[in-house]
């Protein structure tokens, strides 16, 4: 059941059962009010399988009114072109070191050819382009720029979507230019649009356990603003599943609301369940946690009802599996994801659900799940 012993100021939850006050809250996101932070606590909190039910319905209910039934999905690669990282976050089983022996830093002709590779065999549209926080770029940053300019000559129509909050920071490092600089630097290269990636969890202090070296929520904030102002659109994104508390996740989705209703530079929401098998977090917490299928689902709708200013909300198929990815669609989630054709992230991790879905396939679950497809581009134009 619902518990309200953290509400110590709102006196009239005190006296109310609990299933009118979730009531309350599902009819009060239904009619398009904004449901606050207390709101979200208390779904963030609610165990209760009927609750949970309810609150998934509503969901679904929500994102039918705003997105029918419409699934989209974009047919992308991956080009995570170095795994040597130099920071240590303890959720990432991608990051090695240089003289691991899988250790890698792709040259351009290899990324030329990966790209040319994915154009021929499934026709993608975009390339999702980051990587590790490689110490020897930091001595060379335009290894950054030329690489793109390098995709934009060879490739002139592909979207590049490119480099993480915590890259723009390095490069700025390295390059001594401000964030604003170093964007519009990416941009005249080639770059069309910025994963919003490397937020992880945005509440400060659970952020130093998780990843203590990566750019503090100030840093991420900025530099994700100023790619809005710049004209430049994001994807926002959160780590949930591992230490955060439901007071974490309030704070992370309040900031992102927030700086969308500033901004509108937000394409998607996606919320990315933590992989813990090969991670020293996972290690550390409990084993080799994963998180359940029902908590993410449950987390999808409440992403749904909270987030009222996202028309896009994306599930994470390579992280829950095909299977669960299409029970999401009836949690509030109108958004497949992309092909990926090359996840090394998750699976470096000790994710098992492969790492590439041709369009072919996308089209038949969605269609599966009695949902209509729809390509889409990466800034959500229907194609
Ligand atoms: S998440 Fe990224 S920045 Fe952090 S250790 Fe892994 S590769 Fe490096």
Known sequence: MLNLSNNTNNK???????YIILRKILRKALSGKRLDNDDLIILLEEQEEKAVEEIIFTADTLNKKINSDKVSYVVNRNINFT?????????????????????FLLDYDKIIEKISDGIESIGIDEICVTGGINPELKANPDYYFDLIKAVRNNFPKLHIHAFSPQEIYELS??????????????VNCGVNSMPGTAAEILAEETRKKICPQKINT??????????????VKTSATVLFGHIESSGDLAYHLNIIRRLQDETAGFTEFIALPFISPK??????????????????????????????????????????????????????????????MEE??????????????EEKEIINLIKQAGKIPVRRDTIYNYI
């Open 12 to 18: 009239t939850h005190k006296i109310e059962p609990d």
């Open 83 to 103: 795994n040597i990282c130099g920071l240590n976050c303890r959720f990432c089983g991608y990051k090695r070191t240089k003289n691991s022996k899988d250790a």
């Open 173 to 186: 490092k390295a390059t001594d230019k401000n964030y604003a600089q170093v964007i519009e630097k990416l």
């Open 218 to 231: 100030a840093e991420w904030t900025e530099i994700i603003k100023t790619a809005h102002i710049l004209g």
């Open 279 to 340: 991670t020293s977090l996972g290690k550390s917490i409990s084993g080799n946690r994963v998180i359940g299928e029902k908590r993410v689902l449950k987390f999808y709708a409440i992403l749904r009802l909270y987030l009222d200013n996202f028309k896009n909300i994306q599930t994470s198929w390579p992280k829950i599996g095909v299977s669960a990815a299409l029970k999401s669609f009836d949690c509030g989630i109108n958004d497949f994801g992309g092909t990926l």
């Open 344 to 357: 090394n992230i998750t699976k470096s991790a000790g994710g098992k659900f492969g790492e590439f879905l």
